[in-house]
């Protein structure tokens, strides 16, 4: 939990612009992220915490 929730907060600390560039190499390499460490990960924390596994989107 701790390892997600610190992730959350990298992810929150992003700038919009930075963000927008994160998305478009990540939908870039979709096909190699899905192969990934990062992704089982992922998938690990939406089977626990459901959306919460998601930050919320800037306001």
Do not use: W
């Amino acid at each position: 939990m701790q390892k997600a929730q610190a992730m959350r907060d990298a992810l929150d600390s992003v700038n919009e612009k930075q963000q927008g560039k994160i998305d478009k190499a990540f939908r870039g390499s979709i096909d190699r992220y899905a192969k990934s460490d990062a992704y089982r990960a992922m998938n690990a924390d939406v089977t626990l915490f459901g959306e919460k596994a998601f930050r919320s989107p800037k306001v």
